[in-house]
């Protein structure tokens, strides 16, 4: 970087919602080791960098760039993006979704309280320049998926097991977003991030198996035994049966693939395989 780009960047300071989450932690250490100053958005502050100033609500003085993360800011985005004109912030840039455009029953997340869709046009219309993120299947949804079976035994026990999909690396979300912050060649786009490869549930949990050191099985179950588990561990209906029609659908047909990471970060999407081996400690722990 040049010496004026380093100065330039000690100039930004950037509020970031959801802070805490998959794709906040690594987007605060991004920014962080850029030089830039950082004010977090988290009640759950434990394990941010030490330098970054936390708050547990939006202060927009002094910010020049927003972060928003739907989860964190679904029912307060119009005032956020109103306090954040009036306060001078320039620039404002969003997690969405892949799937925003969907009809919204095939957006199962919108059950659990998302509002991607709401919160993108509100970015998009807000009159600040904006760039909207449009991940697809985050690779950390293993997480809640299977590490709890993987910790117990060698076999996971799940609906679909052809279902499909490429999933990301919440790093690579991050680094596009620090870009997206930062540089200018991204304003008023929606780039669509994916991983590099489609692969089935399947093949996810042999390649954690791999990273673990372990031969981890699939064991298909039937969807309505999966449908019934989901809801007695308490997902509502739509998400429950939003997720298992996208997995069904998904059988048999790749899943779609985009450049995009590449393109704007220089190298390719960082594969599952380097995501389980990043990730490999919590699916070794014991509960
Ligand atoms: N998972 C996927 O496959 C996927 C794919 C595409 C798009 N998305 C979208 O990405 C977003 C989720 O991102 P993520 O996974 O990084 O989120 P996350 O890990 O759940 O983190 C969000 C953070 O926001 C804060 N938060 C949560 N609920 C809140 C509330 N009601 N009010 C205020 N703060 C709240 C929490 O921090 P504190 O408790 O510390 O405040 C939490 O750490 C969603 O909009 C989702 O639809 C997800």
Do not use: C
């Not at 309505?224 to 561990?233: I, V």
């Amino acid at each position: 970087m040049s010496l004026s780009a380093a100065l330039r960047r000690r100039e930004y300071m950037i509020l970031i919602t959801g802070a805490s989450g998959t794709v906040g932690r690594p987007l605060v250490e991004l920014l962080v080791d850029a030089g830039v100053k950082v004010r977090a958005v988290a009640r759950n502050p434990a394990g941010l960098p030490r330098i970054v100033e936390v708050v547990d609500e939006p202060v927009l003085e002094g910010v020049t760039g927003l972060f928003t993360n739907p989860r964190a800011v679904g029912d307060t985005i119009d005032g956020l993006l109103a306090e954040s004109r009036a306060a001078g912030v320039r620039r404002v840039v969003t997690l969405s979704a892949a799937n925003v455009d969907d009809d919204l029953e095939d957006q199962p997340s919108r059950f659990r309280g998302d509002r991607n869709r709401e919160v993108e046009r509100a970015v998009t219309a807000s009159g600040l320049d904006w760039v909207a993120l449009r991940p697809n299947m985050f690779a950390a949804n293993a997480f809640g998926l299977w590490a709890e079976q993987i910790r117990r035994g060698d076999v996971v026990h799940g609906p679909h097991a052809r279902a499909t999909s490429a999933p990301i690396h919440e790093r690579d979300i991050a680094e596009v977003a620090v870009r997206a912050l930062l540089d200018d060649d991204l304003l008023g786009t929606r780039p669509v991030l994916t991983g590099p490869e489609s692969l089935t549930q399947e093949q996810q949990v042999q390649g954690i198996g791999a990273a673990i050191g372990r031969d981890l099985t699939y064991r298909e179950v039937p969807p309505e035994a999966a449908r019934q588990a989901m809801l007695g561990r308490g997902f509502p209906t739509g998400f429950v049966d939003g997720l298992l029609g996208i997995q069904a659908r998904s059988v048999g047909v790749p899943a779609v693939i985009t450049d995009e990471v590449r393109r704007i970060l220089g190298r390719p999407a960082l594969s599952f395989a380097r995501w389980a081996a990043d990730n490999a400690y919590v699916f070794r722990s014991m509960p």
